[in-house]
């Protein structure tokens, strides 16, 4: 097909995803290799948002494809409840990354559901209602998910789920209080949501949920302290701590799991996207001895016909051997370094950036109309003049893919970028945010 075409069908036959349909204008991609892609007129584009923060391994990776091949020809799909040497072999392979409290695993088919089966596990075993999750929050969409989300992608499911409850972010740099160190910004945010747990009944909390580190929302990088308080609110109170590492796990910190860059282990885990990085569709959850050592006598009221689906396992496998064989995390934290060392200067030289956040390959530049303000370039939740879609396509005109949030743009490569490709793109950003200057 001709790029004329592949565009025809999409728009006249699909609904994309958190658009409204009229004057979309898709890209027909032909092939992709590494970090980059190709439309139907040879035009080269970077992937510098791993498409959704989940092509870690980037593009056309062999021991991915061939693995998933040589699972295809043995069979394609059994029942969860039948013995499938992938679906063993992977749930053994991600608990062994985990801390020495994790257990077992349920797979799903992605995040939305895994951040469900999350929840409903939490109230399984503590026998309790209420969830805590964080205003500038993603956790999926679909009617559960949804309600575990904080931020405006929620509103079309409300009224909501009760027994939700939202509390704020750990977002320094937009607080009203000045504080004297990370330590001091974590004791006041762990004391009001402790506050706030005590006022909505310990007795009647089952979880909370948290992104380790904010992702879509701003790449929110908790302060010293804060997780660990989080975990001793949930040891004191009796409720599970869940991190959702959906985004943030599988290499894209520096680390195989955000939370540990933090020195805390989750009685729950949920993850998706870097345990296949997008070749066949996979999430899951992943619990504590004790949760699992619950479920030993009762009920586990969960399920997926493609739950451990064989393909999506073989995948995975073969994901999880790639990270290692390559040695990953080293590359995330060479490559990461330089990101960091060029978005610091970019916060220095340029007028419209407020702030920047990175660790490893997951970072956000803050765009706002006065530094000394921080008044946000657009209002949270509001765009109306379109802005940020401006900004992001002239990115796209330098062939510099990805995607902005509020008021941030995410920079989120594939994490097997190299020093210098890191520079060569970044560059492009380097022009685009001058333009910003100019604008504001």
Not at 350 to 363: E, P, Q
Not at 393 to 405: C, E, N, P, R, V
């Amino acid at each position: 097909m001709n790029g004329q075409t592949i565009k025809d069908l999409h728009t006249g036959y699909n609904l994309q995803s958190w658009s409204a349909q009229r004057g979309l204008d898709p890209i027909p991609v032909e092939k992709a290799e590494g970090i980059y892609f190709w439309d139907t007129e040879g035009n080269r584009y970077t992937d510098m948002s791993s498409q959704l923060v989940n092509l870690n391994v980037g593009h056309g990776n062999k021991q991915i494809i061939n693995a998933i091949k040589e699972q295809a020809d043995k069979y394609c799909f059994v029942s969860p409840a039948y013995g499938s040497e992938p679906r063993g072999k992977l749930a053994k392979m991600v608990v062994d990354l985990m801390p020495d409290n994790m257990a077992k695993v349920f797979f799903t088919n992605g995040g939305a559901d895994a951040n469900e089966n999350a929840v409903k596990i939490a109230r399984m075993y503590t026998g309790r209602n209420k969830v805590f999750s964080r205003y500038r929050s993603y956790h999926g969409s679909t009617f559960g998910a949804g309600n575990l989300t904080g931020e405006p992608r929620r509103y079309p499911l409300e009224p909501g789920i009760p027994g939700f409850v939202k509390f704020f972010d750990p977002y320094v740099y937009r607080e009203k209080i000045e504080f004297s160190s990370e330590k001091e910004a974590a004791d006041f945010y762990v004391a009001k949501l402790r506050e706030q747990v005590i006022y909505e009944g310990p007795e009647s909390v089952a979880a909370i949920v948290m992104e380790t580190i904010t992702g879509s929302n701003g790449v929110i990088i908790p302060p010293e302290g804060y997780l660990q308080g989080v975990r001793n609110i949930c040891d004191e109170f009796g409720i599970c701590m869940i991190c959702d590492e959906v985004m943030a796990g599988f290499g894209r910190t520096g680390k195989m799991f955000a939370f540990e860059n933090f020195g805390v282990k989750p009685d729950i885990v949920t993850f998706a996207k870097g345990i296949t990085c997008g070749y066949v569709q996979l999430g899951g959850v992943c619990v504590s001895k004790d949760i699992a050592a619950y479920f030993d006598d009762h009920v586990l009221s969960c399920g997926l016909t493609y739950s451990g689906h064989p393909l999506a396992c073989a995948a995975g496998v073969a994901c999880l051997n790639f990270y290692k064989d390559v040695d990953i995390l080293g590359n995330v934290n060479k490559s990461g370094k330089v990101l960091g060392e060029l978005l610091e200067q970019y916060k220095e030289k340029h007028s419209c950036v407020g702030d920047v956040r990175y660790i490893g390959l997951f970072s956000a530049v803050e765009l706002v109309k006065d530094k000394k303000t921080k008044q946000p370039l657009v209002e949270y939740g509001k765009d109306p003049d379109g802005i940020m879609k401006k900004i992001i396509g002239m990115l796209k005109a330098k062939k510099f893919m990805t995607y902005s949030h509020e008021n941030m743009i995410l920079i989120c490569p594939p994490l097997i970028i190299t020093e210098d490709q890191v520079r060569e793109e970044m560059a492009k950003l380097d022009e685009v945010l001058y333009e910003v200057d100019k604008m504001i």
